[in-house]
């Protein structure tokens, strides 16, 4: 075993290496492990992280990259061109086929704001307008006066409002 | 598009600590989270006996995390990344015990323990716990006894032997972390033990 002697203050003791703490001074050494641990409060990791600047992801920075790239050569304005071209076909094509289908697309069109939003419209606000009338006839049968009414909604609003906060404190403490 | 040249990312719970270095580079939150994770008791515990005093130490190891986090760019993976962490930590530590000029530490509370409250954050929390009460009472006999005799020496010793004795960090890598000569360091834990066996040299084995 590689022993050596340490320090210039004339001790006689030497220190060797390759052991560990607890063979090295194994009294000691048992007061020593016997202290608790100890730890940060909780919460710490997001406090520090909260105050950490972290790079954006690796794919973010390659397309910021690519970006860059791509104006600094001027090669941007071959794929703009390269995009306006390739748009130009189908934009031919939309326009070819309204004007030959003029007619049809016209009347189809009048046909939809004339009979069909409307007759769609009317049906389902009938259906909520039932719905409401329904409702309004199971709570006047409940007899309950305005005030009373008034003070059951702000009741109800009270507790869902103290639910919402109370989630929210339990997702954050969660964390 | 071949995928070959693009290799996956090691676990990060079972990665190195460069691995974990080299995600965090790459943005990766759950990175800085497992240093973050590997670390916090560590850095906390050597600050903590260093500066004796919980919120404080938090204040510590939290101003080290951010430190070390913000210049990860800075780290070179060729050194290990607990040497470079507790450097900075032990550095904290002894700026703040040469700011408030203080050597040595009292066990009933911090110098600046005026109220109560101080002195309770600023005392030192000894004694396992599952223990009967006489046990326990024991217990915390003797852990002041032991965080007494630690607090009474020099800082320089007191982070050698946390390092050697507490965290069980070698003799090299303490000598690294404190930026000491190897032969110093032994010195110093020699010593250390040495006034530790004399202050603790009553108490039965």
């Keep these: 075993m590689d022993t050596r002697s340490v320090g210039n203050d ?75 071209l390739g748009s130009i076909l189908p934009l031919v094509a939309g326009v070819t086929l309204t004007a030959t289908f003029s007619a049809e697309i016209g ?40 005030r009373a009414l008034g003070a059951v909604g702000l009741g109800c609003v009270t507790v869902l409002a103290g639910c919402a906060v109370g989630l929210r404190r339990t997702i954050t403490r969660s964390r | 598009m071949s995928l070959s040249g693009m290799a ?68 070179r993976p060729e050194f290990k990344f607990s040497s470079w962490i507790f450097k900075i930590a032990n550095n904290a530590a002894i700026d703040q015990l040469r700011r408030r000029g ?26 396992a716990g599952g223990e009967s009460p006489l046990e326990e009472l024991e217990a915390r006999e003797l852990g002041h006894s032991i965080e007494r005799a630690i607090g009474q020496l020099r800082p320089e010793y007191r982070a050698c032997i946390i390092m050697r004795h507490v965290e069980g960090r070698a003799y090299d890598e303490i000598s690294d972390i404190l930026g000491l000569p190897l032969g110093t360091v032994k010195t110093y834990i020699h010593r250390a033990r040495a006034e530790l066996r004399t202050a603790l040299g009553h108490l039965k084995e």
Excluded: C
């Design chain 2, 102 to 127: 203080l050597d040595t530490l009292s066990l009933e509370g911090g110098p600046d323990a005026t109220t109560p409250d101080r002195v309770d954050a600023t005392s030192l929390q000894v004694g």
């Design chain 1, 10 to 84: 004339g001790m006689n003791d030497q220190i060797m290496d390759g052991r560990t703490p607890a063979e090295e001074d194994p009294a000691l050494h048992r007061y020593l492990v016997m202290l608790p641990a100890v730890q940060p409060t909780s919460g710490f990791e997001d406090r520090v992280l909260s105050r950490v600047w972290r790079p954006y992801p690796q794919w973010h920075r390659r397309v910021s990259a690519a970006g860059l790239t791509l104006v600094e050569t001027g090669e941007i304005w071959f794929w703009v061109g390269a995009l306006a």
């Design chain 2, 8 to 75: 996956n990312p090691p676990e990060i719970s079972t990665a190195t600590d460069q691995q974990v270095v080299a995600q965090a580079r790459d943005g990766a939150e759950a990175a800085y989270r497992e240093l973050l994770r590997r670390y916090e008791r560590p850095v906390y515990s050597l600050i903590y006996r260093m500066v004796r005093d919980r919120e404080l130490s938090e204040d510590l190891t939290q101003e080290t995390f951010v430190k070390v986090l913000n210049a990860l760019d800075r780290y």
């Design chain 1, 107 to 146: 009347s189809g069109i009048a046909w939809l704001v004339e009979e069909g939003i409307p007759s769609v419209w009317a049906a389902a606000s009938a259906d909520v307008m039932q719905q409401f009338e329904s409702l309004a006839t199971r709570v006047s049968a409940t007899g309950l006066d305005g």
